[in-house]
């Protein structure tokens, strides 16, 4: 039997954040590790200007990043156990979050043209 897809039943735009704090902590201007729980601490999210913004060479819209300033979402991210935060100053991605499967959430991340 084949894994279930999205085995926590993340809604839409809890996915798309997910997606984004993964990304976020691969780059170590947003990413600071934490070696103690193996979660990776970001506390700096980055702004958009216009209708994007930047995550290291991806580009991302600013509809597809409203979770990330939205505490309803950080909330249902640390109850499944993939995030810890103090909204809206640091959010963790656990271990777990930064391993979870957000293929569901469909190509937010793209290439940056400048």
Do not use: C
């Not at 809890?14 to 201007?29: C, F």
């Not at 505490?71 to 391993?99: C, D, H, M, N």
């Amino acid at each position: 039997m084949t894994p279930k897809t999205n085995p926590l039943n993340l809604n839409p735009l809890q996915l798309r954040t997910l997606v984004l704090l993964q990304e976020l902590a691969r780059h170590p201007e947003t990413a600071t590790p934490v070696p103690e729980t193996g979660g990776i601490m970001l506390n700096q999210l980055p702004h958009p200007h216009g209708n994007h913004f930047h995550v290291g060479s991806k580009v991302v819209a600013t509809r597809d990043a409203t979770g990330l300033f939205n505490q309803s979402v950080w909330a249902a991210l640390e109850r499944k156990g993939l995030a810890r935060g103090r909204f809206p100053y640091a959010i963790i991605v656990t271990k777990e979050g930064l391993a979870y499967d957000t293929s569901a959430a469909g190509h937010i991340l793209h290439g940056g043209d400048h």
